[in-house]
């Protein structure tokens, strides 16, 4: 009994000799020392979180020389890994930047929305007589909309560059100046980063927000890189909320639907039909589907 505690003492003291020399190389670095100068706890504490810390510095000084959105340098645009004392220890969280507060069109939050996007408008639409079907879906959607009318979101697939985001993006735009809260997501970035930060404190707070929002734009679904965990944990924990609550859900995709259940019953541990029919079926409460076949936009730009 005596050699296990023996055994570890020694791997503790082994254990607090490593990260005192990490803190002690770390405050080498002038940034990192102003930043622990913030916090009113004990050096031992704030030592356990060097590496952290040092990635809040990195972070910070990214913000500094940033000039716009689209310059961000940090895991998640518009955001800074910051940390803030709780309970005598150190939390993380990813606050809002000055620049992503200042995107937000009205009642929209934006997460790796192009600038283009963002800036969409309905009165560029209005005169595309190849658009004609979906136009006239959006107008009888927003009369029924404003009414508090029940109606179905909108499954928009298509062939690349044929302005499916771009439409339902002004969409969006055009709901959020009606006072609805909106969330406009470009999924497969989106995808990449939450899969990062999952030991971050923010993997919660995003997942909620997009969940709950008013209206959902879920952007390029299909073009992420299909995983058990990103079909059932991040896509169905989504999907599943919305629906039990009614709320209203766009989506768009390079893919139908059936081709989309093709695409998410295939992951790297073999083929997994019966989840994929689930979130299809998921998707088909929320929306009903079209088509949009159109020339290259962006070709033509």
């Not at 959607?141 to 909108?154: A, I, P, Q, R, T």
């Not at 609550?245 to 039909?273: C, I, K, M, P, V």
């Amino acid at each position: 009994m005596n050699s296990i505690k023996n055994s570890v003492s020694k791997s503790r003291k082994y254990i607090n000799d490593n990260l005192r020399k990490e803190f002690l190389v770390a405050c080498k670095d002038e940034d990192f020392c102003k930043l622990c100068n913030r916090f009113n706890i004990s050096e031992d504490i704030i030592m356990k979180y060097t590496s952290h810390l040092q990635d809040s510095v990195i972070e910070l000084n990214n913000c500094k020389g940033c000039k716009g959105i689209n310059e961000c340098k940090n895991r998640f645009k518009g955001r800074v890994y910051y940390p803030y004392v709780y309970n005598d220890s150190l939390e993380f969280e990813y606050k809002e930047c000055k620049y992503s507060k200042s995107i937000k069109k009205n009642n929209t939050t934006f997460f790796e929305t192009p600038k283009i996007l963002r800036n969409a408008n309905l009165s560029d639409l209005w005169n595309e007589k190849e658009r004609s079907e979906i136009i006239k879906y959006i107008k009888d959607f927003l009369k029924k909309k404003v009414k508090n009318e029940n109606v179905k979101g909108l499954y928009l697939s298509g062939n690349f560059g044929s302005g499916k985001s771009y439409i339902l993006s002004s969409l969006l735009n055009e709901l959020s100046m009606k006072g609805y809260k909106c969330v406009n997501v470009y999924f497969p970035t989106l995808i990449q980063k939450l899969k990062i930060s999952m030991d971050d404190g923010s993997y919660a707070d995003i997942i909620d927000e997009i969940s709950t929002s008013d209206i959902l734009l879920l952007d390029d679904i299909g073009a992420e890189n299909n995983t058990s965990f990103t079909r059932d944990e991040i896509l169905g924990t989504i999907l599943q909320y919305r629906m039990d609550n009614d709320l209203t859900t766009f989506f768009t995709s390079n893919y139908t639907l059936s081709e989309l259940e093709e695409h998410l019953s295939a992951t790297s541990r073999g083929n997994d039909l019966i989840k994929a029919r689930r979130i299809i079926e998921r998707i088909r409460f929320l929306t009903k589907e079209e088509k949009l076949i159109s020339k290259n936009k962006r070709v033509e730009e």
